[in-house]
């Protein structure tokens, strides 16, 4: 199974439909960044990239290298894995690029982690488990190769969440939905899922924007509609159906 991800993943970078910039060119690495921070407006103001200045940072599934790049350019000491080489050589062209030094860009596999225990103070993962063959494993890697007292901060898909919904009440796709793997989980699930951590803190995210993605008439309903009521509603009520579940958990 892990080979078939691999080569789901080897042949589909992610978001690389919403450049026409020459595949890894500056300009390609600065339009994906702005159109992920448009599209996850809430990761900058959830996770503070600056913050882990020093220290020893994993990304499991890091694609692209698009936050990992952030944390570098704050000083963290960062190392990133990622089963697609495709991926990898990117992500490699994006250091350049920033002149910035990863300590380790390679293509591993985040369920048996080339990595002694206690080796990082922070491990993150962003829209990877969820892609896994085996979540629990990938997940328990990520714990060993954690120092006592460090950070994990995972992000998996929300089960009941308002774009889960409405994917399938207007019949469109969610983004690779086509992948090997695709898992979706309820908050509970993900607690259970992030056991081996001493503390869980789980933040629901990912309140809809205007989508570049998508056109036609259910594309225009969405941008013109959807987007405008959704928000207008309290955030505290739709809170939980956020399309994103963050996970900040320490180990004990
Ligand atoms: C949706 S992309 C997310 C990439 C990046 N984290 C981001 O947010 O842009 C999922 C990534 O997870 C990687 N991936 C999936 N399973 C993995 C595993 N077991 N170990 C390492 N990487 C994995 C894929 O190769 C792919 O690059």
Redesign the pocket.
Known sequence: M?TE??DY?NHRI??LEMTDQPVGTRGFFDELDDY?YDKLRYLPQLVDFSFYKGQRLL??????G??LVRFAASGARVTG????QT?IDLAQKNFALHDLFPDELRV????ALPYPDASFDVVY????IQ???DAAK?IRECHRVLKPGGTGIFMVYNRVSWLNALSKVMKVPLE?EDAPVLVKYSIAEFKTLLAPFAEVRIVPERFPVKSRLHGGWKGLAFNTFFVGTFNALPRSWVRPLGWHLMAFCRKG
């Open positions: 892990i991800i691999q993943w992610h978001d992920r990304e499991v599934g890091c694609g692209i698009t936050d894995v990622d089963l697609a991926a591993a596999n985040g369920e993962g962003h829209g990877v892609y896994t063959a990938l690779h």
